[in-house]
């Protein structure tokens, strides 16, 4: 099943499959691993519910649910 | 000399093995972008001293902040004999990423695999002789805060930069290979250096790149249109992205990171402190807590509140040099307290010493000397200690990793002002000072929330702002028995920060309308700060105070002295003649522009001393208090002892002195809180500041604390023209909304 970053529970991981959304924020993901194949897994979310922290290759990372709209994620297997 | 840069990704221990390596006083951070510019140091253990420059830590070789494009033009265009890539063992496959872009440039390299005992202590494994060979360059085990394996590094990197190296690219075994090459000899063609990683860049639809060669774009568009790869399309810069990880991940065992499975069983140290500090209903109150702890422990003169617990127990040191050192029948200080006390009471007696020495001389070289000189540097001086405390503690959050957090946790709560979390810090660096405030707004990535920040960083109260409040609190309360001096200041705090928001809010409403920038951010792992780095960082700030305090401040007072101390003739005046002075001369002429602000033409013969003790607020804010101290001693005619409490008495004097009243003193607060900073701070702004951005700024601190200050003013003493000023704000909003209402209709039709 496919699903966008920002509507991940924490706790779920799945294994991007595209990076929408252009220009510097774009670049700004690849730059930081979050490439098509890489896998994310939603640590958790800030106190005010945003921003999210993610797991991805090896290290934590944390981005807006705006910004983790543009990352589309293939859910993988609890 | 040949210089040597370190580059790599923040956090990868880079400015930890420059430490090591030149023994400099260099500061290590953990906070993503604490190497704000390049650093240079020596080593010297070759046979040449050899230059090692400590660049910002970069992701990629696509700049994103102000800070990650100086790495990338002293890489490319610094023309360094050799880079050594400083790699976190730890995280090879981020790591490598900014390697592969690295080795596209016509310049040798060094890997340090760092943190390597990390590495082996998890279990895993990484064969540095197969990572060698496979990538073509020297590869070398480091740990840089053991100091084990530098001397290695360094003479492997001597080798490699008496050696030429072409590039190369992961990307050739990729399907843009044949256009990378078409591109690369078109740069070649034009006589560029480094024409490879131009030619990657300009494939990747690199800004700058882009932006410098638009002539070569022809080729890369003429590609695109009969290109199209399975999963891509023709989106070069995402196949470009994937190729350099893909590359990674399939050529090194030891790149691969552990499978996300595996993860979710087990929690690291970094994870469990993360699940009480990031707590979603611990985390605000736990930040509150820290951050009122750090203030507490260097300010307060009544520590947890315990009273005065100890006043009656002896040892007392009644009229000795301890006496009042450690605790007051108040309460108890905090350290921070008792370092200024002790200074205090060190400096008070250097200058009875001094003026015991000059008591032959004649009363202007006295004088000059002891009030003008000794008593200005001292006034200076007397904030040292707490200003360092301060940033000690604001360095061990940043070393830690805290800050990073604090950044997520408040992020949301920013984004309401058009702001990321990432502009917190520079804001609350600003209660310490200014300067390393405007110095950390290079980590903000957008220009808009860069200038926003710069503007309101002086808002937040520094430490040298302190006196001001507390002598003015202490004057009020001396004077008209009103009050309490902690609500007054801590007001004063308050206000700062309300005006900060308000006016980002109308910045962004108004001249800086657009999105807000986007929030993307390492967490780094926490880690205990080491204390060396810590200990140099302060004496790097102590230095930096000192001279600060000898050389500019220094030269500020002794002509504030001359110049109330001599009249237009150059006669040498008496205290008591101040009022003929140059400086009064000079104070009266513009002392009618602050008659709205309660401290202009209203006031006694007096009232120039306000003025002038405001404009000498542009040198230095402690120059505020101690032109009052100077003056204060004159203008009541008798010489008051302003040295132990802060400038309180010489507030006093002015008091009686002027007939200000109470909305007046307000008023003046409020005006060197949020005027233009102190000289230094200017300076930093100005070299802070995107281009002809700080004209702007000037105006914006000038007209913001005029009317803020007027407003305080004319409020605190004719309440109903609350009404006026909330029917002008009133209209002011208004008159914004329907303006923006306007523009965005006009936006979503050319859209």
């Known amino acids: ?78 | 000399m040949k210089r040597f840069a370190l580059a790599g990704n923040p956090n990868c221990g880079k400015t930890t093995l420059f430490n090591s390596l030149t023994g400099s006083s260099a500061y290590v951070g953990n906070w993503p972008g604490v190497t704000v510019e390049k650093k240079e140091g020596k080593y010297k253990k070759l046979k040449e001293p050899i230059s090692i420059v400590d660049l910002p830590g970069i992701y990629s070789l696509s700049p994103y902040t102000a800070e990650e494009v100086i790495s990338r033009n002293f890489i490319i265009d610094g023309k360094p004999d050799c880079v050594i890539n400083v790699v976190d063992s730890t995280n090879l496959e981020r790591n490598l990423y900014l390697t592969t872009q690295l080795l596209e440039i016509d310049v040798p390299v060094v890997i340090a695999l760092n943190m390597m005992d990390a590495v082996r202590k998890s279990g895993d494994t990484i064969n540095p002789i197969l990572l060698e060979k496979e990538i073509g360059v020297p590869v070398v085990c480091i740990s840089a805060s053991k100091e084990e394996g530098l001397d290695e590094l360094m003479i492997r990197a001597y080798e490699e930069s008496q050696k030429k190296r072409t590039s190369s690219s992961v990307l050739m075994s990729s399907e843009l290979k044949h256009l990378i090459n078409d591109v690369e000899l078109s740069f070649r063609g034009l006589k560029v250096d480094n024409p490879l990683f131009h030619a990657i860049k300009l494939v990747e639809n690199d800004e700058i790149e882009v932006k410098t060669h638009p002539q070569l774009l022809g080729v890369v568009d003429e590609f695109k249109k009969y290109f199209k790869d399975e999963t891509f399309g023709s989106d070069l810069e995402a196949i470009i992205a994937d190729s350099r990880y893909k590359y990674i991940t399939s050529k090194y065992t030891a790149a691969k990171t552990k499978k996300i499975n595996e993860i979710t069983k087990s929690f690291s140290t970094s994870d469990k402190i993360d699940r009480v500090l990031t707590n979603k209903w611990l985390g605000v109150p736990l930040f509150l807590l820290i951050l009122f702890f750090i203030f507490h422990m260097t300010f307060s003169e009544n520590l947890f509140f315990l009273g005065g617990l100890f006043a009656n127990i002896p040892p007392s040191f009644e009229g000795t040099f301890f006496e009042g050192l450690f605790w007051t029948s108040s309460g108890i200080n905090s350290p921070g307290v008792i370092f200024a006390n002790l200074l205090g009471s060190t400096t008070t007696w250097l200058t009875e010493v001094v003026s015991g020495w000059l008591s032959s001389s004649p009363q202007w070289v006295a004088g000059l000397i002891t009030n003008g000189m000794l008593g200005g540097i001292f006034a200076v001086l007397s904030f040292l200690p707490q200003i360092l405390l301060l940033f000690l503690f604001f360095s061990i959050l940043e070393d830690s990793g805290y800050m990073a957090r604090v950044a997520f946790i408040l992020d949301r709560l920013f984004r309401r002002f058009g702001l990321t979390g990432r502009s917190l810090m520079p804001m609350i660096m600003g209660f310490g000072c200014s300067i390393p405030a405007m110095i950390n707004t290079r980590t903000l990535s957008n220009d808009n929330e860069k200038i926003a920040t710069i503007r309101v960083i002086p808002f937040f109260s520094c430490g040298a702002k302190l006196p001001i409040l507390t002598a003015v609190a202490g004057g009020i309360i001396l004077q008209f028995g009103i009050g309490n001096a902690d609500v007054i200041t801590f007001s004063m705090y308050l206000l700062g920060m309300i005006v900060a928001i308000v006016s980002i809010i109308l910045m962004r409403a108004t001249i800086m309308r657009g999105p807000v920038a986007p929030f993307i951010m390492e967490l780094p792992a926490y880690h205990l700060p080491q204390f060396k780095a810590l200990m140099l960082h302060l004496w790097d700030k102590m230095k930096h105070f000192i001279k600060k305090a000898f050389t500019v401040i220094l030269a500020f007072t002794i002509i504030i002295w001359v110049f109330s101390h001599f009249s237009f003739s150059w006669q040498y005046l008496d205290d008591v003649d101040i009022d003929k002075s140059i400086l009064a001369g000079l104070g009266q002429l513009i002392t009618p522009l602050f008659t709205p602000l309660g401290f202009g033409s209203q006031l006694t013969a007096f009232s120039w001393v306000f003025v002038v003790a405001a404009f000498s607020g542009l040198i230095a804010k402690e120059n505020v208090i101690s032109t009052f101290g100077v003056l204060g001693a004159c203008v009541a005619g008798a010489i008051i002892d302003i040295g132990g409490d802060g400038g309180v008495g010489a507030v006093a004097t002015m008091i009686q002195g002027t007939g200000i009243t109470i909305p007046g003193l307000i008023a003046f607060i409020a005006f060197n809180l949020l005027t233009i900073p102190c000289f230094a701070a200017v300076a930093t702004a100005k070299a802070e500041l995107p281009k002809k951005k700080f004209g702007g700024t000037l105006a914006f601190w000038l007209v913001t604390s005029y009317a803020v200050s007027s407003m305080i003013y004319l409020i605190g003493s004719w309440w109903w023209t609350s009404f006026i000023f909330a029917g002008a704000i009133g209209v002011g909003i208004s008159v914004i909304f329907i303006i923006n209402k306007h523009r965005d209709k006009k936006e979503r039709m050319a859209s």
């Open chain 1, 1 to 78: 099943m496919q699903k966008k970053l920002n509507q991940f529970a924490v706790g779920e991981y799945g294994v991007v499959v595209n990076v929408l959304g252009e220009g510097k924020i774009r670049r700004r993901l690849f730059d930081m691993g979050i490439t098509p194949g890489a896998e994310v897994l939603l640590r958790k979310k800030a106190p005010f519910g945003d921003p999210l922290e993610i797991h991805v290759r090896g290290y934590e990372l944390t981005l807006r649910k705006s910004e983790a709209e543009f990352i589309v994620c293939e859910l993988g297997a609890k």
